[in-house]
């Protein structure tokens, strides 16, 4: 396997490691070598902790995303395996105070076991700790049955918001409620063109022809759902923007926050190009585009694709938004004055 | 050639498209549709101007770093080529005023051709431009020439700390004084693992066995010097390290600024494991490492790959480089209170 790694078993280890050394004023380690949290804590003052649990493996939307205005703690489970409950929990109680603590789950099935138990066990402790379940991947499940949907890259939005909003002094049913809120909000699909390597196996984590597209692709390689050819990538777009259009509507004049997010091997310049086509059928429909967010954030090794997030915020979801954060590996959001 | 783009002829101006839609109060289109600007200019009253003039295909070096404290305009060549002298000194026209300006150019060969020429007419039309040459690659040419060796990843602290500079109020001299006395403090070192596909031929970049690790590579593909058998990512940097200490011994207690660059298909998770491996071999050595930056800017498209730069800045340098910026895809950069 042709990765730039130690040893298999210490992938994980080696990565938070460099993560903790890297910005030692706004992460460090928890008592358990697993839990990441932030260097300033206030969690077990007043503030509502704010936390996930996941594999690892999609770096940076795994790892990165500690630090003001976002999250306050990370557990991390190996490379594409949820952490067990037990440690979970360890995190929870690591971070949450009186305030209580939002567990942030990607609806992924080993994710929402662990998580859900994980949260039972700290109620049970007497911790205020509510999960909240994240799903926006259309292609995994039909129109009317969101709630069994994957997370996918869209999920960033919850994170950011929560991130803001908690920061600012919202109260936990609040924010569990803006949470389901921003997740009614947002949609994604996903498309491959080339695999990535699995850190487990060495190999590549699926085959598809030179001449064609995967639509729906998981973020842990999961089958999509249909093939296109190869062909102009304006084409690819339009069908699906269509797609997540039609899933759900967006109005004339509703400011529309667009992430257009890279699977780990793409390039910058085709996410701007993709970002441009995205642009432009929106604008097509008089359909703002603001405060986008174009990167590879949410990933799968060095696959090639990217999937499209519509998000439609209100305006107060829009400002915690565009809030400042301090987190290594989130970009800055920028506020137009005016977009185009 | 499974890349998503539209077609090769409109590659650059299709990312350009993207670029200035997605961050219209930041940057802007010039009257030539290759330069691309801040919104909001000050070089036509008192700013020195800053600029690059480079092929596109590194993304995001070589477009998303135009904006406050950073760049003041990217003059967009074709892929993996230079503009042409006439298109750069459209470009130093456009944004130029009396306070004239830095035209930023890594040392490859069609970039300073094409550079020093757009320099020399501009001067010719009465405009102040300074033509500055960036060189850090060690693999490049020996100890000694360092004149003649390729600018690499760690020219970004160039674009940084005159960025920062210049805003600051800095003038021409001491802004071109500054970016030679950065550019004798960086050094750079890259290794590949596997190729990129060349947008312009659809063809692998080079091929390199399946065990075996290129050290040297250049940005657009050239030659490495060596080859190294793959393993634990530890030695590998531990000799790259000793390379770059034995060109440029750092002294102890000396403060030094890491950067992990990722090639464009090397994970964050395989970033941060080489950052966590230069920084305990740093503090073996008693040397401070601050402010690191690891990520993907200096990219040759999904190649896999990283290279390491190390720079010492005097205190004035380092508060330059941990200075605020406001441009899209540049991270922010933290300043840990105590480093470790």
Redesign the interface.
């Known amino acids: 396997m042709?990765?730039?790694?130690?040893?298999k078993d210490r992938?994980?280890d080696?990565?938070?490691?460099?993560?903790v050394?890297?910005?030692?004023?706004?992460v460090q380690r928890g008592n358990n070598p697993r839990v990441v949290h932030r260097t300033r804590l206030r969690t077990k003052q007043d503030k509502v902790a704010l936390l996930i649990g996941n594999g690892?493996?999609h770096?940076?939307i795994a790892?990165?995303f500690v630090g003001e205005g976002l999250l306050d703690a990370n557990v991390v489970g190996d490379v594409f395996a949820a952490p067990s409950s037990d440690l979970i929990l360890e995190g929870i109680e690591e971070v949450c105070g009186e305030a209580g603590a939002v567990l942030l789950i990607s609806r992924h099935e080993g994710d929402v076991i662990n998580g859900n138990a994980a949260a039972l066990m700290a109620q049970d402790d007497g911790l205020d700790v509510r999960p909240l379940l994240m799903y926006d991947d259309i292609s995994s499940a039909p129109k009317g049955q969101e709630s069994d949907r994957r997370g996918a890259a869209g999920t960033l939005f919850i994170y950011k918001i929560l991130g803001a909003a908690s920061e600012s002094g919202m109260g936990l049913d609040e924010l569990v409620q803006l949470g389901e809120a921003v997740r009614a909000e947002t949609r994604t699909l996903g498309a491959a063109?080339?695999p990535g390597v699995s850190?487990l196996t060495g190999e590549l984590m699926f085959t598809l022809p030179?001449?064609e597209i995967y639509i729906g692709m998981g973020v842990h390689g999961e089958p999509g759902v249909s093939r296109r050819k190869?062909g102009?990538?304006?084409d690819?777009v339009a069908f699906m923007v269509d797609e997540l259009l039609e899933d759900k509507p967006i109005p004339a004049n509703t400011p529309t926050v667009v992430l257009v997010n890279g699977s780990?091997?793409?390039?910058?310049?085709?996410?701007?190009?993709?970002?441009?086509?995205v642009?432009?059928l929106l604008a097509s429909k008089n359909i703002n585009?603001v405060s986008?967010m174009?990167?590879?954030f949410s990933?799968t090794?060095?696959m090639?694709g990217?999937s499209i997030s519509l998000f439609t915020p209100d305006e107060s979801m829009l400002q915690y938004w565009q809030a400042p954060q301090?987190s290594?590996?989130f970009?800055?959001i920028?506020?137009?004055?005016?977009?185009?």
């Open positions: 042709k990765k730039l790694f130690n040893s992938m994980p080696d990565m938070i490691d460099g993560y050394a890297a910005y030692p004023d706004i690892c493996g770096e940076p790892m990165g063109v080339s850190p030179d001449d190869v102009p990538v304006r690819l780990g091997g793409t390039t910058m310049m085709e996410l701007l190009t993709i970002y441009a086509e642009n432009k585009a986008p174009i990167g590879e990933t090794q060095e090639g990217f301090a290594p590996h970009p800055q920028f506020s137009p004055t005016e977009s185009t």
